[in-house]
């Protein structure tokens, strides 16, 4: 049987360095409830940059206008 990959446990800097943002901003979005902690200053990367990507991928869908020929503006 083959094990499960153990979770990553990461910083502040760390999880800032991976999703291109400031350590402020990480901070900001896991007071907002966007980004899981684990621990206080103990994150999974992972999870953390899973959830990131969600919330980009939110962000763009409501600036987001789609015409009536199905074409994104």
């Known amino acids: 049987m083959e094990e499960a990959p153990v979770a990553r446990t990461a910083s502040v800097a760390q999880v800032a360095t991976a999703c291109n943002i400031d350590a402020r901003h990480v901070q900001r979005l896991t007071?907002?409830?966007?980004?899981?902690?684990?621990?206080?200053?103990a994150y999974n990367l992972?999870?953390?940059?899973?959830?990131?990507?969600?919330?980009?991928?939110?962000?763009?869908?409501?600036?987001?206008?789609i015409d009536g020929g199905g074409k994104v503006s």
Do not use: N
Request: a positive charge; aromatic letters at 6%; proline letters at 3%.
């Open 46 to 65: 992972g999870k953390c940059m899973a959830a990131y990507i969600r919330y980009l991928q939110r962000a763009m869908s409501a600036k987001s206008i």
């Open 31 to 41: 007071k907002e409830g966007v980004l899981p902690r684990e621990a206080r200053g």
